[in-house]
């Protein structure tokens, strides 16, 4: 049987309202009082329930995590940064895979409301207003990560998607390149699907391009997807030089199926992908991409959530700089 905070109190000589004090980093007791309360908490392997302890400081000391992938390489870089700020800060982290749609959202966000998590961060998928409605009713802080609110008061961390992928076309424009095709995602994401086709789109015409010649095909965001949208794309435009995959996988998915069709990799096709993913060093040749500081964006998303719990402070949107890394993928045109 677990031992229960009686038996710490028994063990070291004191009541249970002293041991809750020390566990919970309350003043009122001796050096000396919180040495034996320790040292019996670990001679009898005590774990404070985290419920428990938060009839007592108002907090379980635990955020929740939404994901509509989590197995992918960019869920996995964000909840790194999540991870690393909850433990510098005593937080633990539950993470929930939400599917693709989002169509487990409501469950999870009923479960996170019975496990009394202190706040939760959102990563990806649109906020629709019943999971705000549902989140306004839980009163706790959320912030949303690689997405973007219109609700005032939920802030989000996130690249500026359109310029992200205005720059990505600018330079593919600036290496030459007159015929560039894109593989998106889908028109209708609002999040990273109309922004990034409207900043491609936005740099061609101020670079005198014709968009309309310019094709666009969806890729799902996935290698597969990528993989079909790039073979369907050199199919009805071989004469693109260069394509802009607003997504690593698919850019990758992009580079396999030249590789396969005969194309050479940059020599006949430039690819450059978006997202920076640990993938695009390994991909051969090293794929030219867009970065998303993704780490990062994990860690600035949990710092705010953080703050905003500990503080009560309202924190504000930001959007955090990307770059383009020049690897292997694009070639020059003269």
Excluded: W
Excluded at 31 to 45: I, S
Excluded at 151 to 180: E, F, M, N, S, W
């Amino acid at each position: 049987m677990s031992a229960t905070i009686k038996d710490v109190a028994k063990l070291a000589g004191v009541s249970v309202a002293t041991v809750s004090r020390v566990l919970n980093d309350l003043p009122g007791y001796s050096e000396e009082t919180r040495a034996k309360v320790l040292n019996a908490v670990t001679e009898l392997g005590y774990q404070p329930n985290a419920i428990a302890r938060g009839l007592v400081n108002k907090r379980t000391q635990t955020i929740g995590v939404l994901f509509p992938s989590v197995s992918s390489a960019f869920s996995s870089e964000i909840l790194h940064g999540i991870e690393e700020a909850a433990q510098e800060h005593g937080y633990s982290v539950v993470v929930c895979n939400t599917a693709e749609d989002g169509k487990r959202t409501m469950k999870y966000l009923q479960v996170l409301r019975e496990k009394q998590v202190d706040g939760i961060i959102l990563s990806s998928g649109v906020l629709k207003e019943e999971y705000y409605e549902t989140l306004r009713k839980m009163g706790i802080p959320v912030v949303l990560v690689a997405s973007k609110s219109e609700y005032a008061d939920i802030p989000y961390v996130k690249v500026d998607d359109h310029q992200a992928a205005y720059d990505a076309c600018t330079y593919l424009i600036r290496q030459g390149h007159r015929r560039i095709g894109m593989i998106s995602g889908p028109a209708h994401d609002v999040i990273a699907g109309e922004p990034r086709i409207a900043g491609f789109r936005a740099a061609l015409a101020d670079h005198g391009l014709p968009v309309d010649e310019a094709p666009v095909l969806d890729g799902r965001f996935s290698f597969a997807g990528g993989c079909k949208a790039a073979e369907e794309l050199l199919r009805q435009a071989p004469e693109v030089t260069a394509v802009f995959a607003a997504g690593d996988e698919m850019a990758i998915g992009v580079i396999y199926t030249a590789l396969r069709l005969g194309v050479a990799v940059p020599a006949q096709l430039s690819v450059i992908g978006y997202d920076n993913l640990k993938l695009a060093e390994m991909s051969y040749p090293p794929l030219t991409t867009v970065a998303q500081p993704l780490a990062g964006m994990g860690r600035l998303a949990a710092s705010k959530l953080l703050t905003r719990i500990e503080t009560g402070q309202p924190e504000a949107s930001e959007f955090v700089p990307h770059q383009v890394v020049e690897r292997g993928t694009v070639s020059r045109r003269e």
